[in-house]
């Protein structure tokens, strides 16, 4: 079946260092990809997603483009911020010929920390 | 625009008992989905219902349900509590198309003594 697989945390960081998620995915059809974010006590917020091969898709700084030739979505900021420090999460959203729909895998996620 | 409202925030039952969740989705969304998220298993689809049919379910066993309703809110139901079902349970909500943004609550922490 589909899935995800991300690297495992926690990544800790300085301040203004460069951040690197890798994230690689297993699917029979043709997904879409996503990263999601999730700050301490909260539900999940969308932070970037790409529909097809070689999109990229950008929020806030944060970059990852969809490669179909390496099945992978890895995820960038140039420069990261204390503000970042949370848990991202890598999904996959099925095609609807797939009965995807909604139904959303995601990794494991990694959970990211930011020192001054 | 209110966002996904998730209630309650906690709950505490006992094994063996059943417990009821409820979501309000966004104004306009069609689509209500439930993820389940543990330390162990992290975030596992449960279901999804789009205007009151369910249209995709996990693979969860029969005591994990839900509904809902023609205003679009959903209930999800855990019968005969296992102290496996501790979990967060976040509901997410949006349009309905494939592969669309989900928005999601802040979810519900269940602890089961």
């Known amino acids: 079946g589909d899935s995800v697989t991300q690297m495992e945390g926690p990544v800790t960081l300085s301040e203004e260092a460069f951040l690197t998620i890798n994230c690689t995915y297993t699917?029979?059809?043709?997904?879409?990809l996503f990263w999601y974010v999730q700050y301490p006590g909260e539900g999940l917020q969308l932070l970037l997603k790409?529909?097809?091969?070689?999109d990229k898709g950008s929020n806030k700084g944060f970059e990852a483009t969809y490669r179909k030739e390496t099945t992978s979505f890895h995820l960038e900021k140039g420069s990261v911020q204390v503000s970042d420090s949370a848990v991202y999460f890598c999904?996959?959203?099925?095609?609807?010929?797939?009965?995807?729909?909604?139904?959303?895998?995601f990794g494991a996620g990694t959970r990211l920390a930011v020192h001054p | 625009k209110a966002g996904v409202t998730q209630t309650p925030r906690y709950l505490i039952k006992t094994r063996g008992q059943q417990v009821t969740l409820s979501c309000s989705p966004i104004?306009?969304?069609?689509?209500v989905s439930w993820y389940q998220q543990t330390p162990g298993q992290g975030l596992q689809f449960l279901f999804e219902?789009?205007?009151?049919?369910?249209?995709n379910k996990g693979n969860f066993p029969g005591r994990f349900s839900g509904r809902q309703f023609s205003n679009s809110r959903s209930e999800m139901n855990v019968s005969t509590l296992e102290l496996g079902d501790s979990a967060l349970y976040l509901c997410?909500?949006?349009?309905?198309?494939?592969?669309?943004?989900?928005?999601f609550g802040s979810g519900t922490q269940l602890s089961v003594l």
């Open positions: 999904a996959l959203s099925d095609r609807p010929f797939s009965g995807g729909y909604n139904k959303l895998i």
């Open positions: 790409a529909t097809k091969a070689d």
């Open positions: 699917a029979t059809g043709y997904p879409s």
């Open positions: 997410a909500s949006s349009l309905g198309e494939s592969g669309e943004k989900l928005f």
């Open positions: 219902y789009f205007s009151e049919t369910q249209r």
């Open positions: 104004s306009g969304h069609r689509s």
